[in-house]
């Protein structure tokens, strides 16, 4: 016969015995549970805080809400299965693919407002993609669908440059903001060379890409 603590179920440790305490302690800190357990758990609670934002801001986010009946209107439509909360490696928040659709790296979305923004941004690629038959391989259409998400979003209001970057800069500001990360994604590229040719093709399209404020009748606040 097989010794019998292994063939008792468990009965929950009374509180006070070591066993208690061990438990109880691993779960207030996470201390006794391995890297595994601790980054499944961290996924688990990115992706819930992650995918509630995003039922939330589908409600309430007036930009969310205004982008996604343009998309619909453009013959397009985003539910669960074409906007995702995954975790990401690198440091984007965010991402969009014509053949997945959006990706929200919920390990590196801040809060809610950060959410707003990175889902906007990605939402204005998905109306470029279905208005203007971007060819994403092509880096002069990458950068202007870049600019225009970028300008567009709410991502460079000048309210979270000034704060986060000490940038004061109110009229200007907004463009260096746009310039600045819609050349960072384009250095992404894998036909991109480096920076400088990435911050030349940004440079060659600007001036109709950052007029173009379609579907907005000018740049959202
Ligand atoms: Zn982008």
Redesign the pocket.
């Known amino acids: 016969m097989a010794d019998s603590s292994t063939q008792t179920p468990e009965a929950p440790p009374a509180r006070g015995e070591p066993e208690w305490w061990r438990r109880t302690f691993s779960q207030m800190t996470g201390m006794g549970l391995s890297e595994e357990e601790r980054r499944a758990r961290k996924a688990e609670r990115d992706c819930k805080k992650c995918n509630d934002n995003v039922k939330y801001l589908k409600r309430f986010s007036p930009i969310v809400i205004f982008l996604l009946q343009n998309i619909r209107d453009a013959g397009g439509n985003m539910d669960k299965s074409t906007i995702q909360c995954l975790p990401c490696d690198d440091m984007q928040a965010g991402g969009?693919s014509p053949k997945y659709g959006v990706l929200l790296c919920q390990n590196h979305l801040r809060d809610r407002g950060h959410t707003e923004d990175t889902l906007a941004?990605?939402l204005v690629?998905a109306y470029d993609h279905l208005r203007f038959q971007v060819d994403w391989m092509d880096l002069r259409h990458h950068a202007c669908?870049?600019i225009r998400?970028s300008s567009l979003s709410g991502e460079c209001r000048w309210t979270r440059e000034a704060f986060t970057r000490g940038v004061w800069d109110f009229t200007k500001q907004h463009q260096a903001c746009v310039r600045r990360r819609a050349t960072l994604?384009v250095a992404r590229h894998p036909k991109c060379e480096n920076d400088a040719h990435a911050a030349r093709v940004v440079n060659e399209v600007w001036d109709s890409c950052f007029a173009d404020t379609r579907p907005f009748n000018e740049i959202y606040r």
């Open positions: 969009f941004h990605e690629h669908t870049e998400a994604s």
